[in-house]
């Protein structure tokens, strides 16, 4: 799936913008910007971003 | 945590692993013959020599008069021939082009040292203290030095060897004087006497105090009048010029006696057999025959463990380096923050216990890693994702897919196929039972699961309420005799349930005619036993008799010592160590070119997995499936049970349970087993998709109308792209991550 997909809120019905966003994993603290709903926040991750770096960061986190 | 202390006192005192082979042990200079090997190996005279000349002192009048009693003690004696050390000294002298000894450029000492004698043992002793800048006289009675070793060799290699190492030495050598008594001597700070095998040794004796120590004080001895050869005399020497070190800087005579002592023996039967190299000129070796011989060369150390257990082997760690990688992780001492460098390593042990095995002391590194993930758990440093899944599946067995059938009557056996027999094919399970029930009229049948996947993940409360419950549903029918078909479950039992009475499902089968028998086999299968069935030979005794009566051909898969690694599914290893589970059981595949018949569920579909052709026992026994049968994934692994559960309910309890209600999925074949790899169940892709609609939680991609959302169960954030269809919906992607969403967090509250 392209990264760069267009997607909207289906309950805003507006386009998604970058939202700085912020995340938790085993007491470590940490955010990146993510494509986000400006009204709801309601945020998307691409599977691709998942699969790479996220995994990555978690395995990171896993073995500090 | 004494443990920790405990274990490394246990690999302190009874692991082989570093200690040195039995030609160095048996060497009078204790040569770290390994060390030289590697680099002759590599064509390294200079650095090789450079080893050789630092630890005997005189490395040419060595290679030529050593009496070699490595040469008994090398285990390739037992292969073909001991590897010729002496031959390779002599190499090493020929090619080393840098032979002169290192200058070392130090202050003078005051103290001033007598050796008395200038035979080899005094010549020896005189040099370390030369190089140490001590003020060294040597006596010697005769008129020029040597002593009886220079008598038995070339004299004038002697003399050279001597002249080389001394040559940046300076000490003052009276000849032609005999010492008569210690007094004499009283100018000296220390003496060394070591007179050779004639003298009468200034009548001194052993203090028993320490090595070379006499009851003069400063008066050390040693060399042939102590009944040394040649060689243990020079090696007195060198020793001896320490001990004298520590009588100068500290007044005592104390210094240890050395220990040699080879406790491990290495197992030629597995070396290859090589050829002894003999020198084309029949005198000595060429640089390139040199390097040939060294090849021959096992380096051998005792590394039984780290043969066979798969973890030590995969990622090449040492037993003390396990400990100590374990030790910093538990105990990260002063760091700022926790040096947790072992934290999957300590999640990745199958606990298939072929260390404990196959270790000559039977070191329990399974054991180990048991207490250190309790510890951690403790702490709350492990990641929770490790087992997570397990725990959840455990609690799925225990919860929604638990079920008792107790037959009116009286009864005496319980059927108790564990939880992951009928999760690989429901009728393992129910024709498994149908049988017991024909055979043993009466018996009753629980499905739950031992309590195994918390003890793995260091869960010890869980796991004692699993366990109680089993105790307790004992109890409640009657203290019947469990028939177990699982060998995990069967090492639970026996670990954590000693008061239920057990047999295995494969006795009762060796021992009855009327055993299922439906095979049709004629390719010899090969037996994989369970790693749990280590503990029991009955049952893999049994296994075979099952298999005999049945008429199925089998072969034996041959392993290192009678050891029986695990085939990766052990310890739940594979979420912290994927890569690793998957070499584990690719090694385990190919290990034979037969299909394999496995007596354990998870063992059969860990082959299933890697596409190894593989059946369950019962599948031969009751006709069920063939070999080439994929693995279920883990939806369909979950479905079974419930199945299962429907189908007893059916049949022996007479109720017609209601289907439940579940939403309708289309999904991809390909897309199900990546799921599946990724541990994603089905039913957490439909419970995100209830979110996203009935809260209207959802992304919509306008170019093809697809949504997207995601939900947090549990500790994993679920992922799904789908769209919806007339009676369901069809889903285009699952992915699933460990960490949260803070906002998601606050959210859920």
Redesign the interface.
């Known amino acids: 799936?392209a990264e760069d997909?267009?997607?909207?809120?289906?309950?805003c019905g507006v386009e998604?913008v970058p939202v700085k966003?912020?995340?938790?994993?085993?007491g470590h603290?940490f955010n990146t910007e993510l494509p986000a709903?400006p009204k709801c926040?309601?945020?998307?991750?691409p599977?691709s971003l998942?699969?790479g770096r996220?995994?990555a960061?978690?395995q990171e986190?896993?073995?500090? | 945590m004494a443990y920790l202390e405990d274990f490394e006192k246990l690999l302190k005192e009874r692991c082989h692993q570093n200690e040195v082979p039995g030609c160095t042990a048996a060497c009078p200079f204790r040569l770290n013959i390994k060390d030289i090997i590697a680099k002759l190996k590599k064509g390294r005279f200079n650095a090789a020599h450079r080893v050789f000349q630092n630890t005997v002192g005189f490395p040419a009048i060595v290679a030529a008069a050593c009496d070699r009693p490595c040469r008994e003690k090398c285990m390739r004696n037992a292969a073909d021939a001991a590897v010729d050390l002496h031959a390779l000294e002599q190499a090493m002298c020929r090619y080393a082009t840098r032979k002169d000894p290192n200058a070392y450029n130090l202050p003078a000492r005051a103290e001033r040292v007598a050796v008395v004698g200038a035979g080899i043992s005094g010549l020896a002793c005189a040099l370390l203290l030369c190089n140490k800048k001590y003020q060294v006289t040597v006596f010697e009675k005769s008129d020029h030095i040597g002593g009886s070793l220079r008598d038995a060799m070339d004299a004038q290699l002697f003399d050279e060897d001597v002249q080389r190492q001394f040559q940046y030495e300076k000490y003052e050598c009276v000849l032609s004087h005999e010492v008569r008594s210690i007094e004499e001597l009283a100018a000296f700070d220390a003496v060394y006497v070591a007179t050779g095998a004639q003298a009468d040794g200034l009548g001194l004796a052993a203090s028993g105090t320490g090595a070379f120590a006499t009851d003069v004080p400063g008066v050390f001895f040693g060399g042939s009048m102590r009944g040394r050869t040649h060689m243990q005399a020079l090696s007195d020497g060198l020793l001896a010029s320490r001990a004298i070190e520590r009588y100068l800087k500290t007044g005592l005579m104390n210094q240890p006696e050395e220990e040699a002592d080879a406790r491990f023996a290495a197992d030629p039967s597995r070396y290859q057999k090589k050829e002894p190299v003999l020198a084309a000129n029949g005198r000595y070796y060429t640089e390139e025959e040199a390097v040939r011989e060294a090849e021959r060369c096992e380096l051998c150390s005792c590394d039984a463990c780290m043969r066979a257990c798969d973890l030590m082997r995969h990622f090449d760690k040492t037993p003390r380096r396990i400990y100590e990688e374990v030790y910093v992780t538990i105990r990260p001492g002063t760091l700022s923050r926790d040096g947790t460098m072992a934290t999957r390593l300590i999640s990745t042990c199958n606990r298939c216990g072929v260390c404990r095995s196959v270790c000559p002391e039977h070191i329990d590194f399974g054991a180990f890693f048991e207490k250190s993930m309790e510890e951690m758990k403790k702490k709350g440093a492990m990641p929770w994702a490790f087992h997570d899944f397990w725990l959840r599946d455990m609690a799925f067995s225990n919860g929604e897919a638990a079920c008792t059938v107790l037959p009116p009557g009286k009864t005496e056996y319980l059927f108790f196929p564990g939880c992951q027999l009928g999760a690989s094919d429901p009728a393992y399970v129910s024709r498994t039972y149908a049988w017991l029930r024909e055979e043993l009229p009466g018996t009753a049948l629980h499905l739950s699961c031992c309590g195994i996947p918390a003890q793995w993940a260091g869960e010890q409360e869980l796991h004692k309420a699993v366990t109680d419950g089993i105790t307790a549903t004992w109890e409640r029918l009657g203290r019947l005799v469990f028939i177990l078909s699982c060998p995990t479950c069967m090492r639970s039992f026996d670990r954590y349930l000693p008061g239920i009475r057990w047999i295995s499902l494969y006795e009762l089968m060796a021992e009855r005619p009327s055993a299922p028998a439906l095979a049709a086999c004629r390719e010899p299968l090969a037996v994989f036993d369970a790693c749990a069935a280590a503990d029991h030979p009955q049952v893999r005794t049994a296994v075979r008799q099952v298999l005999q009566k049945a008429g199925i051909p089998y072969e034996e898969i041959p392993h290192e010592d009678g050891s029986l690694p695990c085939c990766s599914f052990g310890g739940h290893a594979g979420i912290a160590a994927q890569r690793y589970s998957e070499r584990v059981i690719e090694r385990r595949a190919a290990e034979t070119d037969r299909p394999i018949v496995a007596y354990c569920a998870n063992c059969r579909d860990s082959f299933a997995s890697k596409e190894k052709e593989a059946v369950h026992i019962l599948d031969l026994l009751f006709g069920l499936n063939a070999g080439k049968r994929p693995a279920p994934t883990v939806t369909e692994r979950r479905k079974n049970r419930i199945r299962l559960k429907r189908e007893l309910a059916r049949v022996y309890l007479g109720e017609e349970p209601q289907e439940e209600e579940t939403m309708k999925l289309y999904i991809s074949e390909e897309l199900k087993q990546r799921m599946s790899a990724d541990l994603i169940l089905e039913s957490d892709v439909a419970e995100v998709i209830r979110r996203c609609e009935e809260e209207d939680r959802k992304l919509m991609d306008p170019q093809n109308g697809h949504f997207i959302g995601h939900k947090k169960i549990m500790n994993m954030t679920y992922w799904t792209e789908y769209l919806p269809k007339e009676d369901g919906f069809e889903v285009f992607a699952a992915y699933a991550h460990r960490m949260s969403l803070e906002a998601e967090d606050t959210k859920n509250g």
Do not use: P, Q
């Not at chain 1, 986190?61 to 500090?64: I, M, P, R, V, Y």
């Open positions: 799936m997909r267009k997607l909207i809120c289906h309950r998604l966003t912020f995340f938790n994993y085993l603290n709903c926040g309601e945020v998307f991750i599977e998942v699969r996220m995994t960061v978690e986190l896993e073995d500090k």
